[in-house]
Nanobody, 122 residues
């Protein structure tokens, strides 16, 4: 099994920054990808960004392009640097892991974290 633990969420004013972390532990794979998704109240879970275990390739949703940056380190920890935050970025942010290449659909991921709340005030 794989365990994913997110951290770094919180309350921030519009225009501010937060950095989310997702630590992966347990079973390891030779080729895997990790991703960030978010879910606002009353909305479906949506894709934010994804990255291959090696750091490339990676993909970012248009809604956060230029503001959010994804990265991963050698200890299987993934990060999401979120700058210029907007109230519409308010959501629970989830990290996920899948065997294989990067992907942008929730159904393609095998493992999920418990989520971390991000709230952006106007």
């Amino acid at each position: 099994q794989v365990q994913l633990v997110e951290s770094g969420g919180g309350l921030v004013q519009a225009g501010g920054s937060l950095r989310l972390s997702c630590a992966a532990s347990g079973r390891t794979f030779s080729n895997y990808a990790m991703g960030w998704f978010r879910q606002a109240p009353g909305k479906e879970r949506e894709f934010v960004s994804t990255i291959n275990w090696s750091g490339r390739p990676q993909h970012v949703a248009d809604s956060v392009k230029g503001r959010f940056t994804i990265s991963i380190d050698a200890k299987n920890t993934m990060y999401l640097q979120m700058d210029s935050l907007k109230p519409e970025d308010t959501a629970v942010y989830y990290c996920a892991l899948r065997r294989g290449s990067i992907a942008a659909m929730t159904v393609e991921y095998d493992y999920w974290g418990q989520g971390t709340q991000v709230t952006v005030s106007s």
